[in-house]
T-cell receptor, first 114, second 117 residues
């Protein structure tokens, strides 16, 4: 089983649509969770961290369910510029022993069409 | 946010040659840098963790004698792909942690696209 699993998609949606991505992780000791965005042939860029209580940043909402080891990202009112690959990322360490090692999911491709 | 640079951004080389890739943190000191590799249509795979002043920690399956990592200063880590072969062609990306300022956040360099002929 992969440590971080995502549906690779692609998700093809019209502008203005709401789209949700899901991610599961295998290590219950994982401590930090993130969503990164990667454009074609570019490096990943941090979209948002994911907190236990859930968090929102404009049109983007992230949720974490530790019991189910499940992370989600909701994008409302999709824009053409949202087209990219969205990477679910988990930090396996915790506390003073945190090595910063990140485990990346395969990524979910989103294509927003006019 | 913090800035991480990589050089070169792309390189084409002949099979058997060695290629050095530099990763620099431009406005912060990074005691830890990470090297990733990404093949087409796949996700980033961590190759090694580079710690300033000590030996790198390699992930399982990554040959330390083939991928030499040097982290000589708090702002520079280098990855040397020795005796490169076509199967080493990939997108190599580094990242750096700015722990005092940003905790867990890693800042990624723009990547180096390596093509081995």
């Amino acid at each position: 089983r992969k440590e971080v699993e995502q549906d690779p998609g692609p998700f093809n949606v019209p502008e203005g649509a709401t789209v949700a991505f899901n991610c599961t992780y295998s290590n219950s000791a994982s401590q930090s969770f993130f969503w990164y965005r990667q454009d074609c042939r570019k490096e990943p860029k941090l979209l948002m961290s994911v907190y236990s209580s859930g968090n929102e940043d404009g049109r983007f909402t992230a949720q974490l369910n530790r019991a189910s080891q499940y992370i989600s990202l909701l994008i409302r009112d999709s824009k053409l510029s949202d087209s990219a690959t969205y990477l679910c990322v988990v930090n396996m360490g915790s506390g003073s022993g945190n090595t910063g090692k990140l485990i990346f999911g395969q990524g979910t491709t989103l294509q927003v069409k006019p | 946010g913090a800035v991480v640079s990589q050089h070169p951004s792309w390189v084409i080389c002949k099979s058997g040659t060695s290629v050095k890739i530099e990763c620099r943190s431009l406005d912060f000191q990074a005691t830890t840098m990470f090297w990733y590799r990404q093949f087409p249509k796949q996700s980033l795979m961590l190759m090694a963790t580079s710690n300033e002043g000590s030996k790198a920690t390699y992930e399982q399956g990554v040959e330390k004698d083939k991928f030499l990592i040097n982290h000589a200063s708090l702002t520079l880590s280098t990855l040397t792909v020795t005796s490169a072969h076509p199967e080493d062609s990939s997108f190599y990306i580094c990242s750096a942690r700015d722990v005092p300022t940003a905790g867990d956040t890693q800042y990624f360099g723009p990547g180096t696209r390596l093509t081995v002929l």
